[in-house]
């Protein structure tokens, strides 16, 4: 066991579940499930708006600016308003994007729900983050990885059941469904949802952006954690099929075997880091990673590269939810302003990464990307030690007692 869960400074843990633990994991469900249900609806979106590969690259590109833009906004409300409210006015605006976006007449209506849509994924995003970190301070237990694991099965059902109920009730009913199913859950969670409000004093303090390194660095490690996920997000299928011969019917199996593991990692992420520390557990993870990337980088067919993705998703899978878990722990940082950063760093990895390397292998080729990528877990180790943050050893001795690099 961890050295903090004996002694006699041990912390009492609060059961396994309690119902602000029920609430933020049914919130991360929506937030996946939205996901998830968007990306069956970008054909629909491109055949009824008649756009080509250019118009339909850039409306997309409107879901990520909105993350970038609102997702520093919504750290600067948490910081003033609570992690709670921002929570349910988020939730609630998000709720009906999809049926908007089924309404949009024209591509300039499109690209203001695009830009909301992702806006209000990435700001609720933020939000559901620092509630979590709030849940895991009055249990004394981690559980933002599971919170992570229910956002990775929301975004599963989402994308799994879009096109079947496109293809059988229409695109509107399939909007209507899902924003109906985002409100009963709010309506569940709605009362259970841990209350967090600022000291009046700090509500009244000037927003800024944190002067210190610190959560920057943690930034830096949310990103090089995040930029080889959205690398197999995006470029494994076409790896797969069109360097190492898969089929069109194999070579969807690299992200989904990626997928698989992570959403079953995270569900097992929390009580790693009880047992061996926020630091050890990191640590762990970007060995594995590591060496799944590598495997799938210098595979000579397309079984072993995707069994590389698989345990590169295991590795992968809690390494930006201890980043986060930390981020919300800073000393002297309100939790909503250190998560902004570290959120918006981490995010913006997934959003710059594919064109990046979409860019590099015109040159290099997905096999060199992939084998390189993994040197980005070297600084992730580098900077390991600020992962302290996220144990818990009491209200506050987990932010004394640990020791940056």
């Known amino acids: 066991m961890h050295q903090y869960d004996t002694g006699?400074?041990?912390?009492?843990?609060?059961?396994?579940?309690?119902?602000?633990?029920?609430?933020?994991?049914?919130?991360?469900?929506?937030?996946?499930?939205?996901?998830?249900?968007w990306a069956p609806r970008?054909?629909?979106?491109?055949?009824?708006?008649?756009?080509?590969?250019?118009?339909?690259?850039?409306?997309?590109?409107?879901?990520?600016?909105?993350?970038?833009?609102?997702?520093?906004?919504?750290?600067?409300?948490?910081?003033?308003?609570?992690?709670?409210?921002?929570?349910?006015?988020?939730a609630v605006l998000l709720s009906p994007m999809l049926l908007a976006l089924s309404l949009a007449p024209n591509i300039w209506s499109a690209a203001?729900?695009?830009?909301f849509l992702g806006g209000f994924i990435g700001s609720m995003d933020v939000a559901m983050n620092a509630n979590v970190v709030e849940v895991e301070k009055s249990m004394r237990r981690a559980i933002i990885s599971s919170c992570h694991g229910y956002w990775s099965l929301g975004g599963l059902i989402g994308a799994g059941t879009g096109g079947v109920l496109m293809d059988r009730v229409g695109v509107l009913l399939h909007a209507i469904t899902v924003t109906t199913v985002c409100l009963l859950i709010l309506m569940i969670a709605w009362r259970l949802i841990i209350a967090d409000k600022p000291q009046p004093t700090t509500a009244r303090e000037k927003l800024r952006l944190p002067a210190t390194l610190l959560p920057w660095l943690i930034g830096v490690m949310a990103l090089f954690?995040?930029?080889?996920?959205?690398?197999?997000?995006?470029?494994?299928?076409?790896?797969?099929?069109?360097?190492?011969?898969?089929?069109?019917?194999?070579?969807?199996?690299?992200?989904?075997?990626?997928?698989?593991a992570m959403a079953m990692m995270r569900f097992a992420g929390d009580q790693l880091r009880d047992m061996f520390g926020a630091r050890n557990t990191l640590c762990f993870c970007c060995l594995t990673a590591f060496g799944g990337l590598a495997t799938a980088g210098l595979a000579p067919d397309a079984m072993l590269a995707i069994l590389g993705f698989?345990?590169?998703?295991?590795?992968?899978?809690?390494?930006?939810?201890?980043?986060?878990?930390?981020?919300?722990?800073?000393?002297?940082?309100?939790?909503?302003?250190?998560?902004?950063?570290?959120?918006?760093?981490?995010?913006s990895g997934m959003l710059v990464a594919p064109a990046l390397i979409g860019f590099i292998v015109e040159y290099s080729g997905f096999a060199v990307v992939f084998t390189c990528i993994p040197l980005l877990f070297i600084v992730v180790l580098v900077l390991s030690h600020n992962a302290n943050y996220a144990d818990y050893r009491g209200d506050d001795c987990n932010r004394a007692n640990a020791q940056p690099v």
């Open 225 to 260: 954690s995040t930029i080889p996920e959205g690398a197999v997000l995006d470029w494994a299928a076409l790896y797969l099929r069109g360097e190492l011969g898969a089929s069109i019917e194999l070579s969807g199996f690299g992200f989904a075997a990626f997928s698989a």
């Open 42 to 90: 970008i054909p629909e979106l491109k055949d009824r708006l008649s756009l080509d590969e250019g118009a339909l690259g850039l409306l997309i590109l409107g879901f990520g600016l909105g993350s970038l833009v609102l997702m520093p906004i919504a750290g600067g409300l948490i910081a003033r308003l609570g992690s709670a409210r921002v929570v349910k006015t988020t």
């Open 310 to 347: 698989a345990i590169a998703g295991v590795g992968i899978s809690n390494m930006a939810p201890i980043a986060f878990s930390a981020a919300g722990n800073l000393p002297g940082l309100r939790p909503g302003i250190g998560l902004a950063v570290v959120t918006t760093m981490g995010y």
């Open 112 to 115: 203001i729900g695009i830009f």
């Open 8 to 37: 006699p400074e041990a912390v009492i843990r609060h059961p396994y579940m309690s119902k602000h633990r029920l609430a933020i994991s049914l919130v991360f469900l929506m937030n996946g499930f939205v996901t998830g249900s």
